[in-house]
Nanobody, 125 residues
């Protein structure tokens, strides 16, 4: 069983930056991807970015490509999402998730085996 804890959310002006962290703990579990999803009142959880835990290969949704950077620190069991050039439409609750086996990208919420509790990101115009 894995526990995921996100942090780093907050309020920022458009054009600003935030860095989210996702720390994993718990008994040994298999990790193929660690992904970030986001949810708004209008839209269910949508894929944002993912990183291959062993390969380090990164994947992004079209809406964040070129602005967001996902990275990992394997020794700390932590994944980061650096969010730059933020826009009001990036406002959402951001969740990290562990996907234990190989899945096609973009990941879908149903692919995730473990979820964090979410962290709110609000971008003001």
């Amino acid at each position: 069983q894995a526990q995921l804890v996100e942090s780093g959310g907050g309020l920022v002006q458009a054009g600003g930056s935030l860095r989210l962290s996702c720390a994993a703990s718990g008994r040994a579990f298999s990790t193929y991807f660690v992904g970030w999803f986001r949810r708004t009142p209008e839209k269910e959880r949508a894929f944002v970015a993912a990183i291959g835990w062993n390969s380090g290969r990164t994947y992004y949704s079209e809406s964040v490509k070129g602005r967001f950077i996902i990275s990992r620190e394997r020794g700390q069991n932590t994944v980061y999402l650096q969010m730059n050039s933020l826009k009001p439409e990036d406002t959402a609750i951001y969740y990290c998730a562990i996907v234990s086996g190989w899945k096609t990208v973009p990941l879908k919420p149903d692919d995730a085996d473990y979820w964090g509790q979410g962290t709110q990101v609000t971008v003001s115009s």
